[in-house]
């Protein structure tokens, strides 16, 4: 089964409670959202951002730029729809993130429970080097994956695990660490799942 049919699948099978990665409150992304002080022309792409609320709350905080890139189509139809009619000012791409030929620069780049299922290293660069043609100098890049602490599936797929220090130094030719930390998800049904977290700056 290609990634897109196991994301479209795992939507449209589910409902928002049912999956693992459903946040109850205001998206996690926002914290870090937050911390960088950006403008609200600043170019904001959530990788993998699925139906999550993050680039709604940044439209409703008065962001314009905003680009929501996911491999299910299914998905970004469910994020779409939850944004009535401000949608269009949305750009949507419906994309695996490994074949996505970018054509301009984010000055933030989220990724929240995407890289981790990403688990060849050939795969692993290729990310690497997205984030390098999607990105510029001083580009922010906020990636958060299971910790080795956390789970080791997600969604029936096999993840990656990783500490903040090998994610950072997974980018360190084109990128320096501002901040990285540990933070716990609370699934809809109670478990906790520890995820760390990398705050990059382009170099
Ligand atoms: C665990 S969910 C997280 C969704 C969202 N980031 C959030 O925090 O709610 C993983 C998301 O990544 C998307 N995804 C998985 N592999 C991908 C790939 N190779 N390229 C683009 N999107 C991908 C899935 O469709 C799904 O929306």
């Given at each position: 089964m290609s990634a897109e049919q196991h994301?479209?699948?795992?939507?449209?099978?589910?409902?928002?409670?049912?999956?693992?990665?459903?946040?109850?409150?205001?998206?996690?992304?926002?914290?870090?959202?937050?911390?960088?002080?950006?403008?609200?022309?600043?170019?904001?792409?959530?990788?993998?951002?699925?139906?999550?609320?993050?680039?709604?709350?940044?439209?409703?905080?008065?962001?314009?730029?905003?680009a929501v890139l996911d491999v299910s189509q299914v998905a970004l139809r469910e994020a779409k729809e939850s944004f009535g009619n401000r949608a269009a000012e949305v750009e949507w791409i419906v994309s695996n993130i490994l074949n996505w030929e970018p054509t301009r620069s984010y000055a933030y780049w989220n990724d929240r429970a995407v890289f981790h299922f990403l688990t060849k290293s050939e795969d692993q660069q290729k990310y690497v080097e997205k984030v390098s043609q999607a990105t510029e100098a001083g580009s922010h890049i906020v990636i958060a994956t299971?910790?080795?602490?956390?789970?080791?599936?997600?969604?029936?797929?096999?993840?990656?695990?990783?500490?903040?220090?090998?994610?950072?130094s997974l980018f360190s030719d084109t990128c320096s660490l501002l901040r990285?930390?540990?933070?716990?998800?609370?699934?809809?049904?109670?478990?906790?799942?520890?995820?760390?977290?990398?705050?990059?700056i382009r170099n």
């Open positions: 994301w479209d699948s795992a939507y449209s099978g589910k409902g928002v409670n049912e999956r693992s990665w459903s946040e109850s409150g205001d998206s996690d992304a926002l914290i870090e959202f937050e911390f960088a002080q950006l403008g609200s022309d600043a170019a904001v792409i959530d990788v993998g951002g699925g139906a999550s609320t993050f680039a709604k709350l940044l439209q409703i905080r008065g962001y314009k730029n905003l299971f910790s080795p602490e956390g789970p080791e599936s997600c969604s029936g797929l096999p993840v990656q695990r990783w500490t903040q220090e090998a994610l950072a990285s930390g540990k933070r716990d998800h609370i699934t809809p049904w109670g478990s906790t799942q520890s995820f760390s977290w990398v705050h990059l």
